[in-house]
T-cell receptor, first 109, second 116 residues
Framework: GIQVEQSPPDLILQEGANSTLRCNFSDSVNNLQWFHQNPWGQLINLFY???GTKQNGRLSATTVATERYSLLYISSSQTTDSGVYFC???????????FGPGTRLSVLP | DTEVTQTPKHLVMGMTNKKSLKCEQHMGHRAMYWYKQKAKKPPELMFV???????INESVPSRFSPECPNSSLLNLHLHALQPEDSALYLC???????????????FGPGTRLTVT
């Protein structure tokens, strides 16, 4: 099945800093989503982005499908950005949604 | 409205109990999913329902029994669970499920299950 890697595994930032999270995947995908899991366990949809670039406020994402990676940019980070960021993909040849291991982000005041 | 609701939020059950988790969506989605998430791990797919029929069972033990009574509701019946089944159980839905394209999934807040 499709493999998903995320880096870095852990990230500690001061409030106001910028960061880039990376997701690599091993095969062609027709679905790629970025989620933020808050401390209560809720998975919040950030982006549905199987290809291209999207922006939503301080967050933006880019997926380069031909090179099999996606990037999530967080600018001017806030303490409420803390939590785990997951990338999840579904491959072209199998529809099951596979999550990466996540990046645990801590934003310090 | 992109909301998926789950009840209960928390559940504690003994190994001989029978309980059920409930999931509901009113987005008109025809695919619904159950995921299991252990602490500090990513969610893992358990079951997929498409048009109220079970499409995928990821080799889940029979002590977990899913049910899709209608297109808006998804239940997970639990019986004779083990302590290692303690986890966060997440429900999701999407417009459809199939090989023709990828569909954005929306997740509920989860049920935190503890088996004693």
């Amino acid at each position: 099945g499709i493999q998903v890697e995320q880096s870095p595994p852990d990230l500690i930032l001061q409030e106001g800093a910028n960061s880039t999270l990376r997701c690599n995947f091993s095969d062609s995908v027709n679905n790629l989503q970025w989620f933020h899991q808050n401390p209560w366990g809720q998975l919040i949809n950030l982006f549905y982005i199987p290809s291209g670039t999207k922006q939503n406020g301080r967050l933006s994402a880019t997926t380069v499908a031909t090179e099999r990676y996606s990037l999530l940019y967080i600018s001017s980070s806030q303490t409420t950005d803390s939590g785990v960021y997951f990338c999840a993909v579904a491959g072209n040849y199998g529809q099951n949604f596979v999550f990466g291991p996540g990046t645990r982000l801590s934003v310090l005041p | 409205d992109t909301e998926v609701t789950q009840t209960p939020k928390h559940l504690v059950m003994g190994m001989t109990n029978k309980k059920s988790l409930k999931c509901e969506q009113h987005m008109g989605h025809r695919a619904m999913y159950w995921y299991k998430q252990k602490a500090k791990k990513p969610p893992e797919l358990m079951f997929v329902y498409s048009y109220e029929k079970l499409s995928i069972n990821e080799s889940v033990p029979s002590r977990f029994s899913p049910e899709c009574p209608n297109s808006s509701l998804l239940n997970l019946h639990l019986h004779a669970l083990q302590p290692e089944d303690s986890a966060l159980y997440l429900c999701a839905s999407s417009q459809a499920y199939g090989t023709s394209g990828g569909y954005e999934q929306y997740f509920g807040p989860g049920t935190r299950l503890t088996v004693t």
